[in-house]
């Protein structure tokens, strides 16, 4: 079963509002991160957040992090076409070290 | 600095052919990754090299071998292709091990295996 599981699976809003993605995971982690996938692309980072970080800021990006209820949330603010894509959550988990990637959540951005 | 490079783009195999996918990186990683997308799923580790001269099993090793040519280097050969490695291929690389360092992707190479 999946270690990190994106909600919602889709989300379409226009340009303008707030998108908030969530990641529950099952097991501790040492940090967890946000990737972003435009189509037919790779992967490009995001945020990475500590286990021991509560929230972190990148230009419109919020991500946060509650280790008691294994749960992340991405927020990006004033959402823009150009942030149509498929986010993904990866984690590390404690003792191990590799990440483990969800299977994400694909946004539409409409103009 | 052209980051992770991977060859080919796509390419279609028949049942039981054999290729290598080549991936290069230029960041003096290293760590580098080899991962599967199948559709409407996230990545899956296939193997792993935490550093030169190290490498290993991941998530879905079966049916994969890896070598790690050299720091820049890393490559993923199917030695038999089956219908069920049809999948998006992505290499990565990352400055250290241990999962505490972002991961730098490359384009991805599209296979399908007929």
């Known amino acids: 079963s999946q270690q990190g599981e994106e909600d919602p699976q889709a989300l379409s809003i226009q340009e303008g509002e707030n998108a908030t993605m969530n990641c529950s995971y099952k097991?501790?982690?040492?940090?967890l991160q946000w990737y972003r996938q435009n189509s037919g692309r790779g992967l490009v980072h995001l945020i990475l957040?500590?286990?021991?970080?509560r929230e972190k800021h990148s230009g419109r990006l919020r991500v946060t992090l509650d280790t008691s209820k294994k749960s992340s949330s991405l927020l990006i603010t004033a959402s823009r076409a150009a942030d149509t894509a498929s986010y993904f959550c990866?984690?590390?988990?404690?003792?191990?070290?590799?990440?483990?990637f969800g299977k994400g959540t694909m946004l539409l951005v409409s103009p | 600095n052209a980051g992770v490079t991977q060859t080919p783009k796509f390419q279609v195999l028949k049942t039981g052919q054999s290729m290598t996918l080549q991936c290069a990186q230029d960041?003096?990683?290293?760590?580098m990754y080899w991962y599967r997308q199948d559709p409407g799923m996230g990545l899956r580790l296939i193997y792993y090299?935490?550093?030169?001269?190290?490498?290993d099993k991941g998530e879905v090793p079966n049916g994969y071998n890896v070598s790690r040519l050299n720091k820049r280097e890393f490559s993923l050969r199917l030695e038999s292709a089956a219908p069920s490695q049809t999948s998006v291929y992505f290499c990565?690389?990352?400055?250290?091990?241990?999962?505490?360092?972002?991961?730098?992707f490359g384009p991805g190479t599209r296979l399908t295996v007929l």
């Open positions: 090299s935490a550093s030169e001269g190290t490498t």
């Open positions: 960041m003096n990683h290293n760590s």
């Open positions: 097991t501790s982690i040492n940090n």
């Open positions: 990866a984690t590390v988990v404690s003792g191990y070290s590799t990440l483990t």
């Open positions: 990565a690389s990352s400055p250290t091990s241990g999962g505490r360092d972002t991961q730098y």
């Open positions: 957040i500590r286990s021991n970080e």
